[in-house]
């Protein structure tokens, strides 16, 4: 019940409520984070994306069932695309010509991570044209060791 109180609290802008559902939550949210992406820098970006949300958008928390289920809930969504933006990383710095092609064509280790990064890829570009895909890529390559930008 008191975290109802706290929610409706946050809702309003109050910093001392969200910082006691943080200082209550934060373990399990870090934790969970940690052991999902392996990492200590992906768990505190999640960790810190989880929290967030919380912030920005209390009432999507306010429906669920229980405050550690709803966290836990959007720390796998935000693991999961953090994931995919990862194995997405790799794939196109082995090849970054890979947005023109039809289907990858990627010699890797592990062809089902080459699988999945292009999957979420497709998704992602789906309804994109061309030079929207390609901007896309840019976007995903920035940050990457040996991309340049101009």
């Known amino acids: 019940m008191e975290e109802r109180v706290l929610l409706k609290g946050i809702l309003h802008g109050s ?3 969200f910082r006691k559902l943080t200082a209550e939550y934060i373990p399990l949210v870090s934790r969970t984070s940690y052991r999902i992406m392996c990492d200590r820098s992906d768990s505190e970006y999640v960790t810190k994306e989880v929290f967030a949300s919380l912030w920005h958008d209390p009432l999507s928390y306010m429906e669920a069932d229980s405050m550690s ?4 809930k959007r720390t796998c969504i935000i693991c999961r695309r953090r994931l995919a933006r990862r194995r997405l990383y790799g794939i196109f710095s082995i090849h970054p010509d890979l947005f023109v092609m039809s289907s990858p064509s990627v010699p890797s280790a592990d062809e089902y991570i080459a699988r999945q990064a292009w999957e979420v890829f497709c998704r992602a570009s789906r309804n994109c044209s061309d030079r929207q895909r390609i901007l896309y890529t840019l976007h995903e390559l920035e ?3 040996g991309s340049t930008s101009a």
């Open 15 to 17: 910093v001392p409520a």
């Open 69 to 72: 289920d709803a966290l836990l």
């Open 143 to 145: 940050g990457l060791p």
